[in-house]
């Protein structure tokens, strides 16, 4: 049997070497560049159904929509029974775990 870094290696071997954790603070620096902190822990608490931004109308209500798509289309795909246990890992603030429990599902969010 294989190993899992053997695995990982194979899947991996054309992909230009990337720092990970370097891409994950540039990429949460650049938020905190255009928001404050108070917005960003308002997004993130709100989310999906975060406001309606006036510099960006459009933007923010097609990124709303994408969120309850891919959320609706989650459930339709995996046609779970009432009472399915689910683990949403990388969960965040837990809107999906939150959700999923209001529909029936036993869930537990992990971050």
């Known amino acids: 049997m294989r190993l899992k870094s053997e695995i990982l290696a194979e899947l991996n071997g054309e992909l230009p070497p990337y720092d990970w954790a370097?891409?994950?603070?540039v990429y949460l620096d650049g938020f905190f560049k255009k928001y404050t902190r108070h917005q960003m822990e308002d997004f993130v608490g709100t989310k999906p159904l975060s406001a309606i931004t006036p510099e960006d109308p459009a933007g923010s209500i097609a990124e709303i929509?994408?969120?309850?798509?891919?959320?609706?289309?989650?459930v339709k795909f995996l046609q779970l029974p009432r009472g399915a246990r689910i683990l949403d890992v990388a969960c965040g603030p837990g809107w999906v775990s939150h959700w999923l429990?209001?529909?029936g599902y036993e869930t537990e969010g992990w971050d």
């Open 65 to 74: 929509v994408g969120y309850l798509e891919n959320f609706s289309n989650a």
């Open 101 to 103: 429990t209001r529909l």
């Open 22 to 25: 370097e891409g994950s603070k």
